[in-house]
């Protein structure tokens, strides 16, 4: 993602944005987490967009993929035909970041105005242009030569209600997998997540989890 960002995004709009902010440029990393976004740094005029690992793992799975602002995007937006996948939430999420990045540059982001009219002309010229499409075929291009999967079959966005009815404020809860696997206690449920309070081992963490990810914490025996 960080190689096609700079490839089909950051090279062809990099003298556009060096003219309204010389000096500025792009580095692309990749965060444990989930949290995804674009920053500006005006000190060193350097761009930065972050993608996590665990946003990558969670638009691998119908379930914990529909509830990002990306898929309701490329479903009400009609990008990519308005078909869910993982390879065109991924290639929407590059895009996504990449918007704010020239929404940076064009004076356009402000406190309180992210995702604002400006945020989606951007976005939309995206996919009109082309550059979207480009940007998902590299995607993909790159993932047959390094043997990942990425999977381009469309599936049904899922409806997190009826998760939310399972969840009330102080139950106990796992989430993630494997020596990854956390738990904690429910102190929020929100539209599409709950706001968990870590214990255990994650006591002092506070963590916003998709309801789709949550499992009843068992009580050892």
């Known amino acids: 993602m960080c190689s096609v960002t700079r490839d089909c995004l950051w090279q062809p709009a990099e003298q556009w944005v060096r003219k309204r902010s010389p000096g500025s440029f792009l580095h692309c990393r990749v965060g444990s987490g989930q949290a995804t976004y674009h920053r500006f740094d005006s000190r060193d005029r350097q761009h930065l967009i972050t993608y996590g690992v665990r946003m990558i793992a969670a638009k691998h799975q119908p379930e914990t993929a529909s509830g990002w602002l990306s898929g309701r995007e490329i479903r009400k937006r009609g990008y990519f035909g308005g078909e869910l996948s993982t390879l065109n939430l991924l290639a929407h999420?590059?895009?996504?970041?990449?918007?704010?990045?020239?929404?940076?540059?064009?004076?356009?982001?402000?406190?309180?105005?992210?995702?604002?009219?400006?945020?989606?002309?951007?976005?939309?010229?995206?996919?009109?242009?082309?550059?979207?499409?480009?940007?998902?075929?590299?995607?993909a291009d790159q993932a047959r030569k390094q043997a990942l999967a990425l999977p381009d079959t469309p599936f049904e966005p899922v409806d997190t209600r009826q998760h939310l009815d399972r969840w009330q404020v102080g139950d106990t809860v796992s989430f993630g997998a494997g020596l990854r696997e956390l738990h904690g206690q429910i102190i929020r449920v929100n539209r599409k997540t709950c706001t968990v309070d870590g214990i255990g081992s994650s006591k002092g963490v506070r963590y916003r989890v998709p309801v789709q990810m949550l499992s009843p914490l068992t009580p050892p025996r």
Do not use: K, M, P, W
Not at 118 to 128: N, Q, S, V
């Open 93 to 139: 999420t590059c895009c996504h970041e990449f918007a704010h990045l020239l929404q940076q540059s064009a004076g356009q982001r402000r406190r309180g105005s992210v995702h604002n009219r400006h945020f989606y002309t951007i976005l939309d010229e995206l996919h009109e242009s082309g550059a979207a499409g480009a940007t998902r075929e590299a995607l």
